[in-house]
T-cell receptor, first 112, second 114 residues
């Protein structure tokens, strides 16, 4: 089983749509969870952290289910500017609390 | 506050050659992690340096090696380059004591092996 697995995508949606990405992780001792956004040929940038109680940042909602080792990201009212690859990131804590492992990413294209 | 800087931005090497990539960590950060990102894939963890020592390593062969300097900057060295080493190499700096929060990436070095 891969350390971090994501929906393979790609997702092609019209503007205004709601889209959800899913992610599972293998290490039940993992300590913290994140969603990063990566634009084409650029470095990953932090979109949001994921907290146990779930958290929201504008149109973005992240959920964590520790029992199922599952993370999700919901984007409401998609904008053209949301087109990017979304990376699920888990702090595995194998070596220390800086041990970040990435999923393969899910590509989103929002069309007019 | 300066961000993470990597050099060079692009590089073309021939199979069998050696390459050194450089990373300057963000001000106040003391840990550097290196990742390899092949086209269409997520970043794969190579290794991490803290206090000038390797502090964890992913599934990469010994020809991938690194260093961290007293100013927390770091180098990634790859010997005997193979075609499959062609990728975007990313470094990320962080402050060890606060963990994964504050992880900041450089813009990467794109390595092409021909």
């Amino acid at each position: 089983r891969k350390e971090v697995e994501q929906d393979p995508g790609p997702f092609n949606v019209p503007e205004g749509a709601t889209v959800a990405f899913n992610c599972t992780y293998s290490n039940s001792a993992s300590q913290s969870f994140f969603w990063y956004r990566q634009d084409c040929r650029k470095e990953p940038k932090l979109l949001m952290s994921v907290y146990s109680s779930g958290n929201e940042d504008g149109r973005f909602t992240a959920q964590l289910n520790r029992a199922s080792q599952y993370i999700s990201l919901l984007i409401r009212d998609s904008k053209l500017s949301d087109s990017a690859t979304y990376l699920c990131v888990v702090n595995m804590g194998v070596y220390n609390n800086n041990d970040m492992r990435f999923g393969a990413g899910t590509r989103l294209t929002v069309k007019p | 506050e300066t961000g993470v800087t990597q050099s060079p931005t692009h590089l073309i090497k021939t199979r069998g050659q050696q390459v050194t990539l450089r990373c300057s960590s963000q001000s106040g950060h003391n840990t550097v992690s290196w990742y390899q990102q092949a086209l269409g894939q997520g970043p794969q963890f190579i290794f991490q340096y803290y206090r000038e020592e390797e502090n964890g390593r992913g599934n990469f062969p010994p020809r991938f090696s690194g260093l961290q300097f007293p100013n927390y900057s770091s180098e990634l060295n790859v010997n005997a380059l193979e075609l499959d080493d062609s990728a975007l190499y990313l470094c990320a700096s962080s402050f060890f004591e606060t963990g994964a929060y504050g992880y900041t990436f450089g813009s990467g070095t794109r390595l092409t092996v021909v």
